[in-house]
């Protein structure tokens, strides 16, 4: 218990409850005489005072991380966590974050369609599991551009002839695909199984779940689907995880390689009907665009010109149309 002493009150009023000084003076040290009781009080009181500080202060808490669903069956299969595995190795974790930098001018055009579709985005990684977001991608089978499609397959959605071939054209592609995939799951009915069919064929998909009326995973374990399409899901599942949930993983160089694409605005342009053919270097010349850029935004034309006999639709930098359709003339 403090004691109640004129002492110690003397000392209360000299120290002012252990703040600041008051004032400048001093206090002749013969005049105030404190004793063990009095030091006793001081140490009592600021004990009192620092419990009732600590009392007000909140508790900080660290938050643990939140894991998201990605919209995805699977993530606990044994494919799909020998890939995930993988992808959060420091092997992994650099070549998936190299290819979310790299990809990030067309992943974030990609985005933007899926959100005016209403499709998922766990979409925008299949084209990594395809080309690893290279438009000119070419795989030793023949399929081509950044969704690697088969010339089998490109109708009704791209064409080709000897003037063009629109599986080069990331924009026009990425439509073809989305399509593809809409049309796939409307058929199906799950997403699994859509993929599935992206990579092997819908109607081989068809046939197969009308047999057995198994989802994917159990068409997996049954062998009843190919050994590339049984790989190809889990592939693009446990890409999709290590991405979504990067913090949940503590793969900190993931979630900040995925930010990249914030930096990125989809590439806009404007459209050109051009009916006949003229070489992209001729355009470039009477309109003063940059022949590159002209390249870049055309990709499709393989020999540098528009084809003829055809009406072809050109795409120009933004607001560039009319000035190039007058220049041309």
């Not at 009781?37 to 009192?48: H, K, N, V």
Request: net charge neutral.
């Amino acid at each position: 218990m403090i004691k109640r002493s004129s002492t110690v009150l003397l000392a209360l009023t000299a120290f002012s409850l252990f703040a600041e000084p008051v004032a400048d003076f001093l206090i002749s040290s013969d005049s105030i005489k404190l004793d063990t009781s009095t030091i006793d009080d001081l140490a009592e009181l600021r004990q009192i005072e620092i419990e009732k500080n600590a009392m007000k202060r909140k508790p900080y808490t660290v938050k643990e991380p939140v894991h998201k669903d990605i919209g995805l069956t699977g993530l606990d299969d044994r494919r799909t966590q020998k890939f995930l595995d993988y992808y959060l190795t420091a092997e992994g974790r650099k070549r998936l974050a190299d290819i979310l930098i790299e990809s990030a001018e067309y992943r974030v055009y990609v985005r933007e369609q899926l959100k005016k579709k209403k499709m998922p985005m766990f979409l925008q990684y299949l084209p990594i599991v395809e080309s690893e977001y290279r438009p000119n991608a070419v795989s030793v089978s023949g399929a081509t551009g950044m969704w690697q499609f088969m010339e089998n397959s490109m109708e009704p959605f791209l064409r080709k002839n000897e003037w063009y071939d629109e599986r080069l054209d990331p924009w026009i592609e990425t439509e073809a695909a989305l399509s593809k995939l809409n049309d796939n799951y409307k058929m199906l009915g799950n997403w699994e199984l859509a993929l599935a069919a992206y990579n092997m064929g819908a109607g081989a998909v068809k046939r197969v779940k009308k047999q057995s009326k198994a989802d994917f995973w159990m068409l997996a374990d049954l062998e009843l689907l190919s050994e590339q399409s049984i790989l190809y899901v889990p592939k693009l599942i446990a890409i999709t995880e290590a991405v979504e949930n990067a913090e949940y993983y503590g793969a900190i160089d993931l979630g900040v390689a995925d930010k990249w694409i914030e930096l990125m605005t989809p590439e806009k342009f404007g459209k050109l009907k051009i009916t006949g053919s003229i070489k992209l270097e001729t355009i470039a010349e009477k309109s003063g665009i940059d022949l590159n850029l002209l390249k870049k935004l055309n990709p499709a034309l393989i020999k540098g010109c528009t084809p003829p006999n055809e009406t072809w639709i050109l795409k120009v930098p933004s607001g560039k149309a009319k000035e190039i359709a007058e220049s041309i003339r």
